[in-house]
């Protein structure tokens, strides 16, 4: 008897606009035949499957939009869910989404080359959700190279990697009534950041920011790094900062707890540069810390996970504290506790990647590789209360 790979879905799962997947882990804990793939492909991406059972099992798996673990994940994402592939662009980085719930509209970039002019954008994109217009919006001065965005208090907080010889990388302040942008921090006492990669604020506006070597890995920026790739704590009132974290590896996405208490941080070192190659010994590991109640110390670091396949780069936590982080063949949602991965929203397979993504209250977008993905009808709340 061929051994079954999958669970029986919950009845009210059988009829579901989405299709879906319950993975049996004690029937994948002991595979027939021989198999292999590497650290970059999804478990149904590789072809080195001499079973045959598996392998058709494995291209199912490559059919659905949701993958389950863990019962968990049925009761957070719910039997109403769909995911819609509603902007089909370029196979490049798409990052920095942000959701501005006024306007009802997904702020997010093209980031870096071949894109842009050599690979530099002095633009961003507005998707409008409702009726799926996408437009190209330019803030005055224009922000050059945006990385990362968190929708705080009616504005857009965004970082960038500078560019060229001209500009170190920044965080700036948006406005996105005007398109204004004020300019907040672009400097650690004189020395230039090497290029942020992305940020977080917590309720009383202080802000993470990972400084990284991804801009300069491109061609963004010109000059050698300054340093390790870091992060650094800034304080709201005061804009004085500090590094909080510092790494050999490189410094991604960042976010935190909903109770301002933990910290998470993939450090994707698993990126190098010149020449530019995944390499899968790099690093490639989900961080959690103990944020201080000064709020500018990271203590007691553990590895919270390591992702099923490629690696984490947008970050983000729910209301309830789920931890939500684009891995290349989709998003993978992280048990905070565990830290065993309780299911997958996948963008499809093929060349799509997941980067990064931005909550609604029901819903999420997915940017990244091939455009922007807009998942809805989640049961659980999202957006968390700032």
């Known amino acids: 008897m061929e051994p ?36 970059m492909e999804a478990p149904w991406a590789t072809e080195s499957i001499s079973d045959n059972g598996l392998a058709q099992t494995l291209a199912h798996l490559n059919t659905t939009d949701f993958v389950a673990y863990d019962p968990k994940f049925f009761d957070l994402i719910g039997p109403n869910a769909t995911i819609d592939h509603v902007q089909k662009l370029a196979y490049q980085s798409h990052e920095s989404p942000c959701y501005i719930k006024e306007t009802n509209q997904l702020f997010f970039v093209e980031w870096g080359p071949p894109g842009g002019d050599g690979g530099i954008h002095s633009w961003q994109y507005l998707l409008d959700i409702e009726t799926n217009e996408l437009r190209k919006i330019t803030t005055s001065p224009p922000t050059y190279n945006a990385h990362g965005c968190v929708y705080y208090n009616k504005s857009l907080y965004v970082v960038t990697d500078g560019y060229g010889d001209e500009e170190s990388g920044a965080l700036v302040k948006i406005d996105p009534k005007t398109w204004e942008k004020q300019t907040l921090v672009n400097n650690y006492l004189g020395q230039p950041f090497a290029g942020f990669n992305d940020l977080e604020m917590d309720w009383e506006g202080n802000f993470w920011l990972t400084d990284s070597k991804s801009g300069w890995g491109r061609g963004i920026t010109k000059f050698t790094p300054p340093t390790n790739p870091s992060i650094y704590f800034v304080e709201h009132n005061t804009l004085r900062s500090k590094v909080v974290w510092t790494t050999t590896g490189n410094a991604n996405g960042v976010a935190i707890s909903p109770d301002g208490k933990t910290l998470y941080v993939p450090d994707t070192g698993v990126s190098t540069y010149y020449p530019r190659h995944k390499d899968p010994y790099g690093k490639r590991e989900l961080w959690a810390f103990d944020i201080s109640e000064s709020r500018s110390v990271l203590s007691n670091k553990r590895l919270l996970n390591n992702p099923i396949a490629y690696f984490y780069d947008g970050v983000r936590v729910s209301r309830n504290g789920w931890v939500f982080a684009g891995a290349g063949d989709g998003v993978d949602v992280i048990d905070p506790q565990t830290g065993f991965t309780v299911g997958s929203i996948r963008v499809g397979g093929g060349d799509n990647l997941a980067v990064s993504l931005a909550f609604g209250e029901n819903e999420l977008w997915i940017v990244g590789r091939g455009g922007v993905w807009h998942v809805k009808g989640v049961w659980e709340r999202l957006a968390r209360e700032w």
Do not use: D, E, M
């Open 4 to 39: 079954s790979y999958f669970h029986l879905l919950p009845s009210i799962f059988n009829n579901t606009l989405a299709k879906w997947a319950y993975i049996s882990s004690a029937a994948f804990a002991n595979l027939p035949g021989t198999f292999n793939r590497s650290a």
